[in-house]
């Protein structure tokens, strides 16, 4: 039976031969087509005796298998080289640079904002705010300023003209008004995000822009305070030393900070104090928590009786704290700017240098910054 | 305010240094500015004696000196006329800083002769104005001696006074607190009454409005002068500049008391009768500073019969001045309003160590003590005859006593102090302790509580003993402590500036008319008082800023800003008109790139503003085009609308000509949000999601192609078509607009493609046709569109 063995050598030879799959299916339908050669040798088997079919049987379908996985192997040959030529040609320079995207920031002092913000809300601090042009009355005479004192001329304050009653507003020079309208409640409509008056125990700070007629490095005719305030039974200034202890620590990420208290003068607060924090001023930058330097961080003190009197609170029943940070110096401080006018020039590549992802916000798990 | 260590240990026995008091007034509550060395700006400069002065051979006015120096005999060249041998003075040996010239020495020829050195003036050492020659001093000093130590100069303490402490305005009162913080103690008041020999002839009237107290005398016969040299010295130590010994007495007293006083010449006064009054309207006065001064009424005036003589506390009257010539001298020691004497200092612009002093408010007390101390140094200097005290009107009431538990100092601040030492603290400050009654001295009016009393003890005890006590567990409001529109203004924040723009803080105030341009500069708003012209008006948008902003980056080289701001805008000057907007500006810029990206920046600009309200919870908004205010591109721009009547955002492209009346280069995108004019969610906190229904079956899609009137906005076309079976319908998109050839003159054809998701089970062919039917049907109700052939 060399017949068949020469058979599969041929068609063997032919698959192996095929430069197409056109080619291959060619040879496929000559060889195992309905009338092809390997199909008509199939047939005959029929006609066989039993004895020779078991011995042809075999032999053809045999040949049939070969040449089917051959043609297989060709087909797949024949495919990976039409994609590896495909691919050859998709090749494209991958140096080429992506379209050019922006990268958005967040401004420092906002950064710095929601840093304190996270600090004290783990406090249980909630937030108060109040209008940026206020009342004489809520910036001054119920902060017990007393009128025409000294102190008043002490805030470079702005004016806006007189009204037919010849009263002023002014813009705040501070975020203290807002201690004002969160203990004491107004009969006047007021749109619900200024604080309108709550009942004792308050625990508030009181973002927001404040205003005084100064202009150098380190003064703009508009800056960032954030103010607290904690009124209760029993607070007294050692809940305020812990409080504002607490918070450096946690804002300058050093439990290292040393810190003191020093006497001061505010007319709202009664005794009044400033904290200052130890610092080294020797490598011409400010360094936190390091050095034998002393540098001013904070104003706080109890809050006045008079200003609970005039919020209508008794200080013999109520008492508490009350402190006020500049919020951009304190982010200049941790984060090196070093002029506050640039905070507000709104110059694209300080922004880019000195601003935040939109994906860095203060969380408790990877810190503050 | 400024004084030495040697003055406070006239009042306080201690031996203290510099920086322990320095110290001890910082935690006092004394802001300590700095310390002031001259041993340190003077160590170069040391005593030397001229042993020989010749005429310098080629100039006229200089000598040529031999002199005795720590450096041995050297040839200096000096043009003093007082440069001649056997002087004692003041020697700067080569390459020592000469403060009062600014100039460092050099080994230079003077006129071909070398000068090894410099014999210096009282000027060049910054020790006094006068510069008549080169320093005379005592031929008792040995050469090389210390310049510091030839003048008796030492440091001093320059501090800062908050305004409810002027009794720290005199040494006495500082070394009173530094005592009490037990820094030593404090010596006694030997100031005694000085007997007059002759009643004043001097009437004093005072019009209480004006002058409430007013005590005065007449010395006779008093020889004035330049006041002897350790006067001079101690007023020169703290900045003072010494005049003549009746002057510098009161400014001694002023310092040394915060009590000021006043000198006349009582030849110079018209009349028998001096008066402290109202200023009357015409009046005015040529003061000691040299400036003529009208008066009002609002200002107090001492006048004699010819007018004023004096601004009362302020500054006295240059015609009635105390000259070397003055023999009889009329004293004033007065008690001026602080409130009035502060306005007149403001309305003249006058602040005088006196206007200082009385504004924020001198001892009531202290007249007569002021004056008897006054005229013993004046009898000490310059001699004379005291005339007996005179004092007209009364001092205001004293401080009222304060009932004071003492539990309260535990109470407010914390401190455990023990009762006894809270009343040491308070007496050695001057209080009277009477059982639970504690009387302020008269130079405490700020004390007028017990929580007055408190500080003063938790200061001397000291606030470094305060207790740091954690605060006490409250209930924390659930949800987080930020309300929805603080949470609100921080995903604002966040989600723009993951989205490519920069934030920027810009001011709250913006140039008058660059306010009306964007509809505002009502005069409410306008500063009267703004720190520059371009800072004038409370904005009525951020627009502006951020416009401004970009311009000036352009001009820098940087075109391409894209920043935004959340803050405030103001309406009015009421609480209710201000509100916080979200505005942010683009200025579209395509860098050269070797892949040309294309479309139109207006709609990725959109993208932003609506990927924005979505992150803050927006509702589905209208756009409502050709409506928006005159600053915008009146084909480019269109509003954000709930309903008809709430606008939440306005966006598009800026009118060119407001960019121009800007100085910016154009075009600039840009988009205003109001974040309160988004609705809230009735409750904040978890809020559960709805269930959600994943068919099993596989959405379809029809595209349908309407054509329609060319003005019709394409967006009018997809409500009809969402609402025309809201159960099957999930999405329609435009996704090509096209007016041309095919399309009728006036028409265009917009296409759109519906999503359609069976929701039960597979669409018929039949059940297709009928849905895409009501699609056609409502699109031609709504706005009268055909289905393009």
Known sequence: ?369 | MKFTLSWLKEHLDTTADVSAVVEAMTMAGLEVEHVEDPGKRLAAFTVAKIVEAVQHPNADKLRVCQVDTKDGRLEIVCGAPNARAGLTTIYAPIGAYVPGSGVTLEARPVRGVVSNGMLCSARELEISEESDGIVELSDDLPVGASAVEAFGLEAAIDFEVTPNRPDWLGVRGIARDLAAAGLGTLKPDTTAPVKGSFPCPIEIRVDGDACPVFAGRLIRGVKNGPSPAWLQQKLVSVGLRPINALVDVTNLVSQDRCRPAHVYDAAKLKGPVIEARLGREGESILALDGKTYAVGPEICVIADASGPVCLGGVIGGQDSGCSDETTDVFLECAWFDPIRTAQTGRTLGINSDAQYRFARGVDPESPVPGLELATQLILQLCGGEPSEVRVAGHAPAPPKAIAFDRGYVKKLSGLNVPPSRIDDILTKLGFAVDGDAVTPPSWRRDVEGKADLVEEVARIEGFDALPAEPLPEIARPAGGVLTIRQRRMRDARRALAARGYAEAITWSFMRQEWAEMFGGGDPKLVLTNPIASDLSTMRPTALGNLIDAAARNARKGFPDAALFEVGPNFRGDQPADQWTAVTALLAPHSPKHWAKAGGDPLFALKADLLALLDELGAPQLQVVQGQNAGWWHPGRSARLQLGPKVVIAEFGELHPRILKALDAEGPMLAFELSLDAIPEPKKKGVKTKAALELSPLMPLTRDFAFLVGADTPAGDLVRPILGADKALIADARVFDVYAGTGVPEGQKSVAVEVVVQPREKTLTDGEIEALSGRIVGAVEKAVGAKLRG
């Open chain 1, 1 to 369: 039976m060399t017949d068949l063995t020469r058979m599969e050598a041929e068609l063997s030879a032919r698959v192996a031969a095929a430069a197409d799959l056109a080619a291959l299916e060619a040879i496929r339908v000559e060889a195992l087509g309905k009338t092809g050669s390997i199909s008509e040798l199939l047939k005959t088997l029929g006609k066989l005796t039993p004895e020779e079919r078991r011995e042809q049987g075999p032999k053809i379908n045999g040949l049939r298998d070969a040449v089917q996985a051959a043609i297989a192997a060709r087909k797949d040959a024949l495919e990976t080289a039409a994609l590896d030529a495909k691919l050859a040609a998709e090749r494209v320079d991958l140096s080429l640079p992506p379209p050019p995207e922006r990268r958005g920031r967040v401004h420092p002092t906002m950064q710095v904002l929601d840093e304190m913000i996270a600090v004290f809300a783990d406090m249980g601090f909630s937030l108060a705010e109040g209008p940026d042009i206020e009342d004489d009355f809520h910036n001054f005479t119920a902060l017990n300023f007393p009128p025409k004192h000294p102190a008043r001329e002490m805030h470079d304050t702005f004016w806006l003209p007189e009204d037919e009653r010849g009263e002023r507003k002014v813009l705040r020079t501070h975020t203290s008004p807002v201690q004002i309208r969160t203990m004491q409640r107004l009969n006047e409509k007021l749109p619900s995000w200024i604080a309108n008056g709550q009942e004792p125990p308050i625990r508030v700070i009181v973002p927001g822009r404040t205003y005084r007629s100064d202009s150098d490095a380190t003064h703009t005719p508009m800056f960032h305070q954030l103010e607290g305030l904690v009124i209760d039974r029993d607070i007294h200034m050692g809940h305020l030393k812990w409080t504002l202890d607490q918070f450096i620590a946690r804002y300058f990420e050093t439990p290292m900070v040393e810190s003191r208290f020093r006497p001061h003068h505010f007319p709202f607060t009664e005794p009044s104090a400033e904290m200052d924090v130890k610092c080294d001023r020797s490598g011409g930058d400010v360094k936190i928590g390091q050095g034998n330097d002393w540098m001013e961080i904070v104003g706080c003190g109890m809050v006045h009786p008079n200003v609970l009197r005039n919020c209508g609170l008794d200080p013999d029943q109520w008492q508490g704290f009350a402190f006020g940070f500049g919020v951009d110096r304190l982010g200049m401080l941790k984060y090196g700017m070093p002029d506050l006018r640039d905070m507000f020039a709104g110059d694209t590549r300080w922004l880019d240098h000195y601003g935040f992802s939109a994906f860095q916000a203060p969380n408790p798990a990877t810190g503050l910054s």
